[in-house]
């Protein structure tokens, strides 16, 4: 199995930045990409961004493409999230996540990370 570990949320005011970490463990071999999603109160996950673990391709959710940068680290086993200009809206749990190609989808999900935007 994987296991994944987030880390670097917290209070921001808006206009702010943010790094998210997310560190992997165990069984990777078989990883195609990680990515990041996010859940508001009572809303439905979303997909925020991913990078493909080997070509280092990457995608961005419309509301984020200009603000956000996802980059990975392979000897670290480590994906980030750099988020910039920070809006209240983006307030949310931030999940962690590893795609283990078309078969498995997005398998293996961390606990997740709060971020608060404040006004």
């Known amino acids: 199995q994987v296991q994944l570990v987030e880390s670097g949320g917290g209070l921001v005011q808006a206009g702010g930045s943010l790094r998210l970490s997310c560190a992997a463990s165990?069984?990777?071999?078989?990883?195609?990409?990680m990515g990041w999603f996010r859940q508001a109160p009572v809303m439905e996950r979303e997909f925020v961004a991913s990078?493909?673990?080997?070509?280092?391709?990457?995608y961005y959710a419309d509301s984020v493409k200009v603000r956000f940068t996802i980059s990975r680290d392979n000897a670290k086993n480590t994906v980030y999230l750099q988020m910039n200009s920070l809006k209240t809206e983006d307030t949310a749990v931030y999940y962690c996540?590893?795609?283990?190609?078309?078969?498995?989808?997005?398998?293996?999900w961390g606990k997740g990370t709060q971020v608060t935007v404040s006004s």
């Open positions: 990078i493909s673990w080997s070509s280092g391709n990457t």
């Open positions: 165990g069984r990777t071999f078989s990883s195609y990409a």
């Open positions: 996540a590893v795609n283990a190609g078309r078969k498995k989808g997005w398998e293996y």
